[in-house]
T-cell receptor, first 111, second 113 residues
Framework: RKEVEQDPGPFNVPEGATVAFNCTYSNSASQSFFWYRQDCRKEPKLLMSVYSSGNEDGRFTAQLNRASQYISLLIRDSKLSDSATYLCAVNRGSTLGRLYFGRGTQLTVWP | EAQVTQNPRYLITVTGKKLTVTCSQN?????MSWYRQDPGLGLRQIYYSMNVEVTDKGDVPEGYKVSRKEKRNFPLILESPSPNQTSLYFC????????????FGPGTRLTVT
């Protein structure tokens, strides 16, 4: 079983829409969770870390569900500039050096 | 400017010809790692280093070597490249480990013919 599973999409939504991505992880000892954004084969950049209590940054909300072993990213009021690939990343608690990425979910926001 | 640099950015080579991709960071980060990205497979970790002279295998280390002789540099060595190593490679660094924000280099697109 893969460490991290992510629906690759693509998701095509109109401007202003709300869209949600999920990412499941297999190791219950995982400690750190992240969402990265990657534009068209450029380098990934951190969008936000995911905390146990959930966290919000403007239009973006990240949630962690340890019981079901998934993290989610909610984007409200989508903008054209949100078009990108979103990658979830999880580290494995017992081996803090390893970091696992999902395959990425492609989002296109159309006018 | 805080950054991770990689060289070369693009490389076309032939099977079996040894090559090195350099990676350097100027943020005094302890942790550095290499990833490859392939369509449909996402980012996969090749090797990582928790500090100078400390390296360990990631998910897909076969066919690659690394060394960490200085804190700022973490070169990736392909001793005998093969076509299945054609990929987009990213170097990344973070302050202490995989539980911290990863700062990625711009990527190296490698083609092995």
């Amino acid at each position: 079983r893969k460490e991290v599973e992510q629906d690759p999409g693509p998701f095509n939504v109109p401007e202003g829409a709300t869209v949600a991505f999920n990412c499941t992880y297999s190791n219950s000892a995982s400690q750190s969770f992240f969402w990265y954004r990657q534009d068209c084969r450029k380098e990934p950049k951190l969008l936000m870390s995911v905390y146990s209590s959930g966290n919000e940054d403007g239009r973006f909300t990240a949630q962690l569900n340890r019981a079901s072993q998934y993290i989610s990213l909610l984007i409200r009021d989508s903008k054209l500039s949100d078009s990108a690939t979103y990658l979830c990343a999880v580290n494995r608690g017992s081996t803090l050096g390893r970091l696992y990425f999902g395959r990425g979910t492609q989002l296109t926001v159309w006018p | 400017e805080a950054q991770v640099t990689q060289n070369p950015r693009y490389l076309i080579t032939v099977t079996g010809k040894k090559l090195t991709v350099t990676c350097s960071q100027n943020m005094n980060h302890e942790y550095m790692s290499w990833y490859r990205q392939d369509p449909g497979l996402g980012l996969r970790q090749i090797y990582y280093s928790m500090n100078v002279e400390v390296t360990d295998k990631g998910d897909v280390p076969e066919g690659y070597k690394v060394s960490r002789k200085e804190k700022r540099n973490f070169p990736l060595i392909l001793e005998s490249p093969s076509p299945n190593q054609t990929s987009l490679y990213f170097c990344a660094s973070s302050l202490h480990g995989s539980g911290y924000e990863q700062y990625f280099g711009p990527g190296t697109r490698l083609t092995v013919t």
